[in-house]
DNA sequence: CGGACGCTTGAGCTAATTCAAACTTAGTGG
DNA sequence: CCACTAAGTTTGAATTAGCTCAAGCGTCCG
């Protein structure tokens, strides 16, 4: 069918670059990283990929635009759990779990690469470097959920929304996006109080009054922080829940090579 | 050096039993874990397990008491992440993060089994499945961590302290303790106000309302769910996020025998 | 041009908070 | 065995952070 060729080296550097944060990652892992099948997909703003109840069979990593995970209450309220960026992985659990117990939905539009959920697990089993790569990567998501639980259960409104615009910029600059001051949110003031547990008609008094003090700037999706030491001192935030620095792994695995029978 | 023997068997079927939810364990995985070098600690009431920062050399795993994932603000502040029960992974992530990004108190009298990092990382890594399943387990806390998001985000105080009563039970249940109404809850008003972001007097008039309108009863830290429908009403509760009905796993792994070198 | 969507602001309300004090229980030591 | 302390629970009163309701905007897009 149409798998593709030219965008997947593009992708495959900043998965590779994540992984490699984590573990050695050789030659032959490079290789049959490079050899598995993708296929690029594509949504619209507001389109869900994963429902709550799917049993996908194929693992996503986001290559641009800007996704969230979500809860939906039955009456219709609603929680963000996490925004996604490109390079995160969407669904890994989805090997192990039989339904997603939350959804996904794309924010802006999204094109990401497809995995077939058997190929991923293959390669990742079959090589102890990359399985310890991948655990490593979904427990830094964990750490980020974490944050998120204590933004939302301990810090007052304009903590939370100092705290969250300064872990989005934070995580838009890794990727490239965005310089040190300023970055572009495409992400509504209804999609942000979802995320933060507030209205959004108080996300927007929030906001406000950090423009009318000065902190920061907003034009259309720019934000512009302009005081961001203020910003951090309101919220005592600090990035190492983010796993960000280049710190070598705890542990190395030996490469694998011959393994005795038996 | 006092590596103890008798108590390891006890635990390790708890071990066993959790890990065998997720993938095939075989004698060779029975024999590999059992083999694994291990030690008892008990911690106090009130005592510290793992400090934020610390960098612990041990994997714990819980053998009889209650403790709380939690993280601290600087003001005093503090949010409860998950409580752990017996059965419970203490922190699998040290392995692959170099410092422990939030800390965990023992709320009971604790004790658990200490098994050395590297020892269980060999094992885990030596061997597909058991990786696998601890993979898998990294990935139900998570579901549990998402929950606590949304129950803290979405909800009111009753629906919180109703779905967070309910999680409790069904995970005491699970691991024999208590019965299909009641269940002995070792943790104070304040505990749970931090788990839920709530003040402690609000959760008194929660409880002490549920009491009055006959949805719980509760002496010391026996807590009957007189009406458990109703409580179920109450937070629109499901337990699937728990993951603990014994499906098979998505994909099974060949089993590791003879692997070709290079 | 019209309609959908998102932003903004005001007014009134309420769920949950803080502060304060009393009370209950378990543990400790004389 | 009782006095004393510490920790947890309970309740009331006053306060407030954030909510809901409601209306008016601007902007983009078909």
Redesign the pocket.
């Known amino acids: 069918m149409n798998v593709i060729k030219a965008p997947i080296e593009i992708l495959m550097r900043a998965l590779l670059a994540r992984l490699t944060h984590y573990c050695e990652i050789g030659d032959a892992e490079r290789d049959a990283l490079l050899a598995l099948p993708m296929r690029e997909r594509t949504y619209e703003p507001g389109e869900d990929v994963i429902e709550k109840g799917d049993n996908p069979a194929e693992a996503l990593i986001v290559k641009s635009g800007w996704a969230a995970r979500y809860i939906s209450l039955k009456d219709g309220r609603s929680q963000i759990l996490n925004f996604l960026l490109p390079g995160d992985f969407f669904d890994l659990q989805v090997f192990v779990t039989d339904a997603a117990d939350h959804s996904i939905a794309a924010i802006t539009k999204v094109t990401a690469l497809a995995i077939p959920g058997h190929a991923m697990l293959d390669v990742f089993s079959q090589d102890n470097n990359l399985g310890l790569a991948l655990w490593w990567a979904t427990l830094q998501e964990e750490a980020i959920l974490r944050e998120q639980i204590v933004r939302n259960g301990r810090r007052?409104?304009?903590e939370r929304v100092a705290h969250l615009l300064l872990e989005l910029h934070r995580r838009a600059m890794i990727i490239g996006e965005g310089d040190n001051t300023e970055f572009r949110l495409p992400v509504?003031?209804?999609l942000i109080a979802d995320a933060l547990?507030?209205?959004?008609?108080?996300i927007?008094?929030v906001?406000?009054r950090f423009i009318n003090e000065g902190l920061i700037e907003k034009d259309?999706d720019l934000i512009v922080l302009k005081d961001r030491d203020a910003l951090i001192a309101k919220c005592d935030f600090s990035a190492d829940y983010l796993h960000l620095d280049a710190e070598p792994p705890r542990y190395r695995l030996r490469p694998l090579a011959i393994r005795p029978s038996g």
């Open positions: 007052d409104a304009s509504s003031q209804v547990g507030l209205s959004f008609v108080h927007n008094r906001l406000r259309k």
